[in-house]
Nanobody, 123 residues
Framework: VQLVESGGGLVQPGGSLTLSCAAS????????MNWLRQAPGKGMEWVSS????????YYAYSVKGRFTISKDNAKKTLTLQMNNLKPEDTAVYYC?????????????????RGQGTQVTVSS
């Protein structure tokens, strides 16, 4: 499975941004999909996950209520809608896929991972 993130950029505090992750190869509908992020000078942080069917979603406390994860199995696309962005959301965001689980803190724990997209929240 190949994963390619897009949608990152520069946004002001309080603004919104939508990240997308396009998958190719493999059976997208079989995978738990996840977003992780790494802020400058900090370790990797799990952000959000969604189960294979898209019916169950999970969020880190730091983003709950502001971010929404969704999965379109027909289009093989994962999306992260980010609202009310804060400077502390500045990070490289990674999309990952795993056949068996979710919520891992390390990219290497997942079956597949993208190259990341930069999100910068600044005035």
């Amino acid at each position: 499975v190949q994963l390619v993130e897009s949608g990152g950029g520069l946004v002001q505090p309080g603004g919104s941004l939508t990240l997308s992750c396009a998958a190719s190869g493999g059976t997208f509908s079989m995978y738990y999909m996840n977003w992780l992020r790494q802020a400058p000078g900090k370790g990797m942080e799990w952000v959000s996950s969604i189960n294979p069917s898209g019916g169950n979603t999970y969020y880190a406390y730091s983003v709950k209520g502001r971010f929404t994860i969704s999965k379109d199995n027909a289009k093989k696309t994962l999306t992260l809608q980010m609202n009310n962005l804060k400077p502390e959301d500045t990070a490289v965001y990674y999309c990952t896929a795993d056949a068996n689980g979710f919520g891992f803190e390390s990219l290497s724990d997942y079956d597949y991972r993208g190259q990341g997209t930069q999100v910068t929240v600044s005035s």
